[in-house]
């Protein structure tokens, strides 16, 4: 066997152990498809909010650093 077809294989494998590790969450939830789909939801917002203050902070900062050394030049 060649390095391509070794690497084929264990990808197919990978794929494959997701597809069944996804079936078996579904399966096996311990919440009705709604509550998790909320949940999910619920946690994308807040990770985006999360994100955005991040980057508002972020930005801040570097405004600042750029007005400081504007200032010292």
């Known amino acids: ?6 690497y084929s294989v264990w990808m197919m494998c990978f794929l494959a152990g997701g597809l069944v590790g996804a079936s078996a969450a579904l399966l096996l939830a311990p919440q ?3 509550a998790s789909r909320e949940s999910m939801r619920r ?5 985006t909010d999360s994100a ?5 902070r972020l930005v801040r900062r570097a405004e600042e650093s750029r007005d400081e ?3 010292s030049v």
């Open 1 to 6: 066997m060649n390095d391509r077809t070794t």
């Open 32 to 34: 009705s498809g709604k």
């Open 43 to 47: 946690t994308l917002r807040e990770t």
């Open 52 to 56: 955005r203050g991040l980057k508002d």
């Open 69 to 71: 050394g504007a200032a």
